[in-house]
């Protein structure tokens, strides 16, 4: 995957900032969704979880290298059926890493975007978010609203994932 996304303060190359457009603009397409959708509050984990999970969606799905020239709905069937209740999404991540890492050992080194992905990526797996528990039994216990119910931790990604999906069909 060339990164096209990416380029230097002056556009010479040689060691100067590089600024990692493509991870930046998929985290901003991310973060526009989520606000549109107003599904929890831009200051909560759950909404980082959120956009950490759409943004890696958006720019491991950009396998072309187009990511800042894309216009967002024509990809958002794309992202809806990466992001689906019934698909792999951990492993089609890890496998995407893993092609990035490899593609970056081949040129120059890993870019600054791969870098923050492969930051977001692991903050959604080492992280645990405490959610109420979905496999509790429904009416378990009288009286109990659903905040005061069951809750268990989870794995930020598992919880950020279904919101992003919503967070698209809302917009």
Do not use: C
């Not at 659903?146 to 598992?158: F, I, Y």
């Amino acid at each position: 995957m060339l990164h096209r996304g990416h380029q230097s303060t002056d556009g010479a190359g040689g060691g100067e900032l590089t600024v990692p457009m493509a991870w930046l603009y998929a985290e901003y397409i991310a973060d526009e969704l989520l606000r549109t959708g107003d599904l929890m509050p831009p200051t909560s984990f759950e909404f980082r979880a959120g956009r950490d999970a759409l943004a890696l969606t958006i720019f491991l799905s950009d396998t072309d290298g187009e990511l800042p020239g894309i216009r967002v709905v024509t990809q958002l069937e794309t992202w809806l059926s990466l992001t689906a209740y019934d698909q792999p999404w951990q492993e089609w991540v890890d496998e995407r890493m893993s092609q990035l890492r490899a593609e970056a050992k081949q040129s120059d080194g890993p870019s600054p975007d791969l870098e923050l992905a492969e930051a977001a990526w692991r903050w959604l797996e080492e992280t645990e978010l405490l959610a109420p528990d979905l496999n509790a039994v429904p009416g378990g216990t009288p009286g109990i609203g659903e905040d005061e119910g069951p809750k268990v931790w989870t794995p930020a990604w598992q919880l950020g994932l279904p919101l992003g999906h919503l967070a698209i069909h809302l917009f």
